[in-house]
C-alpha cells in the first residue's frame, strides 16, 4: 500500500528555522515528480517545491525560494525540507507528495501524507 508519512513540524520564533522528513513507502519515488505542498488556514493549496522526473531539478515557488530547500533520498524512498529565515506567512500544514508531473503535484496529487503543521509566531 503506497503511503507518505510527514514529520518535523512544529512551533518556530519568525527568523528561525526548521527541518520536515517524509518517509514514502509501496512506490519508488525515482518514477514520479515529488516534492512539497502546503495550506494555510483559509487559503487554498500553494506548491513549495516540486523535483520534476523529466529532469529530477528542484523547481521551488516564488514566496520560499532561497529560504527553502529540498533534499531526497531515493534509495530509501525519503525526502526533507530545510526551512530557514521563516515568517508568520509561512505558517501552514505542510503535505509531502508525489505526482506525474510537477504542475500537478498540488491539483492531483498521486500520493500525499497526512500533512504536517508548520507555525511561525513569537
Known amino acids: 500500500q503506497e503511503q507518505m508519512v510527514e514529520s518535523g513540524g512544529g512551533l518556530v520564533q519568525p527568523g528561525g528555522s526548521l527541518r520536515l522528513s517524509c518517509a514514502g513507502s509501496g512506490f519508488r519515488f525515482d518514477d514520479y515528480s515529488i516534492g512539497w505542498f502546503r495550506q494555510a488556514p483559509g487559503k487554498t493549496r500553494e506548491a513549495v517545491v516540486c523535483?520534476?522526473?523529466?529532469?529530477?531539478?528542484?523547481y521551488y515557488g516564488d514566496a520560499v525560494k532561497d529560504r527553502f530547500s529540498i533534499w531526497v533520498d531515493a534509495a530509501k524512498n525519503s525526502l526533507g525540507l530545510h526551512m530557514k529565515d521563516l515568517k508568520a506567512d509561512d505558517t501552514a500544514v505542510y503535505y509531502c507528495?508525489?505526482?506525474?508531473?510537477?504542475?500537478?503535484?498540488?491539483?492531483?496529487?498521486?500520493?500525499w501524507g497526512q500533512g504536517t503543521l508548520v507555525t511561525v509566531s513569537s
Open positions: 507528495a508525489a505526482a506525474q508531473s510537477c504542475p500537478l503535484l498540488t491539483s492531483e496529487p498521486t500520493f
Open positions: 523535483i520534476s522526473s523529466d529532469d529530477r531539478l528542484a
